[in-house]
């Protein structure tokens, strides 16, 4: 039988994290499964609504000081006694048929280190707000069993809900640096340096959307970017695949500083966002014949009232453009 720890790292979740554990719980198939907890001394009753399930598959451990998200993660990792692993955030949850889906592709391709599958999008009340199939298209039609090293690195597509891997290359890649403010997207970068991964073509998980996501924060305080090129730097230094990330780095680059200038734009950061669009262009000048995105740009420099006026008379005198 094969063994299973699905790592949930909670803090202050009082509102989800009772769905997510279930969601643990109910999953099925013939797995010897350990769910490993790691509260990051959380001060509402976050604690409290987790020692209310009685299974003892449930191995609870509790900070006795808050950590933060990055070493909390190291201690659920290390802590990981199974043969596979997945992190799941608290305010996420599973459909029943993860580990169905995932470990038997482990079994049937023994170099193969990561699984992970499509997801969907739920708002607070858990209610789904979009159906998803994104992860399908972003992989660019690639084989479901496939060396995902420079896609991931051009791109953070992998939904961390529905990634599990073997434990012994997870644990391999600890300690993740403490200088990092998100993990999932640096542990995927630096595993798939070693192994194979393989895709389920199928929603496998729920990804919850609600004020609190570090996603927001990690764009208003430009923490993002600066963790995404420090992972980056890492995985460039690493000796794997040297001459792949050689030949694609301009590439890999140009868009990261792109996808941080349209979400600072959206944020309403015009001169964080300028100074991004600026970036990708000099080192992927293709992108200027984007008129979506030279457009934007441009109201980084003439001002929001302008930019809408100009937004307004392009879709007005094309509506099959894009916005």
């Known amino acids: ?19 997510c554990v279930q969601s643990v719980l109910n999953l099925r198939g013939p797995y010897d499964l350990e769910v490993l907890v790691v509260d990051d ?9 987790i020692k209310d399930f009685s299974d003892s598959r449930i191995n609870l451990i509790v900070n006795e000081k808050n ?54 999008m739920i708002d607070p009340s858990g209610n789904i707000s979009s159906p998803s199939g994104c992860v399908a ?16 690195m051009k791109s953070n597509f992998l939904p961390a809900p529905t990634t599990i891997g ?4 997870w644990q391999s890649i600890l300690p993740i640096p403490s200088s990092l403010y998100f993990l999932d997207y640096y542990m995927t970068t630096q595993a798939a340096h070693v192994c194979d991964f393989g895709f389920v073509d199928k929603v496998l998980a729920d990804y919850r959307i609600h004020p609190g996501n570090q996603h927001s924060r990690m764009i208003l305080d430009k923490s993002g970017e ?18 792949e990330k050689e030949k694609y780095r ?20 015009t001169n964080d966002a ?5 970036q990708a262009f000099i080192r992927s000048p293709s992108f200027l014949i984007n008129l979506g995105i030279l457009r934007r740009y441009l109201g980084t420099i003439i001002g929001k009232p302008q930019y809408e006026y100009l937004k307004k008379y392009f879709v007005g005198s094309n509506t099959k453009r894009a916005c």
């Open 67 to 120: 950590l933060g998200c990055i070493e909390t993660a190291n201690i659920g990792y290390r802590e990981a006694r199974g043969e596979f692993c997945a992190r799941l955030d608290g305010d996420d949850r599973y459909r029943p048929d993860f580990l169905e889906k995932t470990i038997p592709i482990f079994e049937s391709n023994p170099n193969v280190g990561v699984v992970y599958g499509d997801i969907a």
């Open 1 to 19: 039988m094969q063994t299973v720890t699905i790592f949930i790292q909670a803090f202050n979740l009082d509102n989800y994290i009772g769905e």
């Open 166 to 169: 073997r434990t012994k290359i």
């Open 274 to 278: 300028r100074r991004c669009y600026w």
């Open 250 to 269: 301009t590439v890999i680059d140009a868009s990261h500083f792109l996808n941080y200038a349209e979400n600072y734009f959206g944020a309403g950061m």
């Open 41 to 49: 001394a959380s001060t509402d009753k976050t604690l409290e609504i």
């Open 137 to 152: 298209r972003q992989r660019e039609n690639r084989p479901g069993i496939s060396n995902e090293l420079i896609p991931l």
């Open 226 to 243: 600066k963790s995404t090129f420090e992972m980056l730097k890492r995985a460039y230094n690493r000796a794997e695949f040297k001459s």
